[in-house]
């Protein structure tokens, strides 16, 4: 299958998530800044929509000598299932719970359309 038309550009105002069908698939979309990121909507774990779950920017923490030391990459968004916050990469699909993914797709605007690309690859 090759890419599929799923609305204008203007249609995805930023940092908000919006659910798609796609070729029989249900996609949560989502722009951030000025890449815009597609990844199964249906949580692995029990099938939740994560067009309906929370974004935030991917955190991560480490130990030091005075404590926990937490950071925050903009650049890295995140979306949390609605039902019990697993986190998922808008980026990969990757979970911070290990063994769990969704699958991301590659998308990209062509002529103020944006394009979701569900073949392989």
């Given at each position: 299958m090759g890419s599929v038309d799923i609305g204008a550009e203007e249609d995805f105002p930023d940092r908000t998530m919006r659910h798609v069908h796609a070729g029989g698939i249900e996609i949560a979309v989502c722009r951030w800044g000025t890449e815009i990121f597609a990844v199964r909507s249906r949580c692995p774990h029990q099938a939740a929509l994560l067009s309906e779950g929370f974004l935030q920017v991917?955190?991560?923490?480490?130990?030091?000598?005075?404590?926990?030391?937490?950071?925050?990459?903009?650049?890295?968004?995140?979306?949390?299932?609605?039902?019990?916050?697993?986190?998922?990469?808008?980026?990969?699909?990757?979970?911070?719970?290990?063994?769990?993914?969704?699958?991301?797709?590659?998308?990209?605007?062509?002529?103020?359309?944006?394009?979701?690309?569900?073949?392989?690859?």
């Open positions: 991917a955190l991560s923490s480490r130990l030091t000598p005075d404590g926990v030391e937490v950071d925050a990459d903009a650049a890295e968004p995140v979306v949390l299932c609605p039902w019990h916050r697993w986190e998922f990469s808008l980026r990969t699909g990757e979970s911070t719970c290990p063994g769990y993914r969704v699958r991301a797709y590659p998308v990209h605007v062509d002529d103020g359309r944006v394009l979701i690309h569900l073949g392989r690859g």
